[in-house]
């Protein structure tokens, strides 16, 4: 009894592959070195351009038409709503040290002025210790 292979499709088609890449590899590299191929592919190039400059003029036109803003407008907008918020944060920053620098300095007048008040406490303090003793008072 002889036995037979099953048929492997995979195989079938690497077979056929490997037997047509370099013959293909050659066909592609040959009209890809061909001036006429540069000069096809130029001109598709220079077609697409024109087509889409006409759909980016026509696209603006509509726009304008119906004043409604174009992909460059907003795009600005956007960097000056950036450019605002960037300045706010910068002025939100400036303002707290600021309140910060006068919450120091409030204070420090605060402790300066009830040293202030504590001097004055003792000085009249001693005025009155002296009215009522008739003393003059000390010179320090």
Do not use: C, H
Request: negative net charge; glycine residues 2%.
């Amino acid at each position: 009894m002889s036995q037979t292979l099953p048929i492997d499709p995979f195989k079938i088609w690497k077979d056929i592959y490997d037997k047509t890449e370099n013959a293909w590899n050659d066909a592609i590299q040959e009209s890809l070195g061909k001036e006429s191929f540069s000069e096809g592919l130029g001109q598709t190039l220079n077609s697409y351009l024109q087509y889409q400059e006409f759909i980016t003029k026509t696209a603006e036109s509509y726009l304008t038409q119906f004043n409604m803003p174009s992909r460059d407008e907003v795009a600005n907008v956007a960097s000056l709503v950036i450019n605002t918020e960037n300045k706010i944060d910068n002025l939100e920053d400036q303002l707290e040290e600021l309140v910060e620098e006068n919450k120091k300095e409030i204070n420090s007048l605060k402790r300066t002025i009830s040293n202030l008040d504590k001097k004055l406490d003792r000085i009249l303090a001693e005025v009155e210790k002296n009215e009522k003793t008739g003393t003059p008072a000390k010179k320090k």
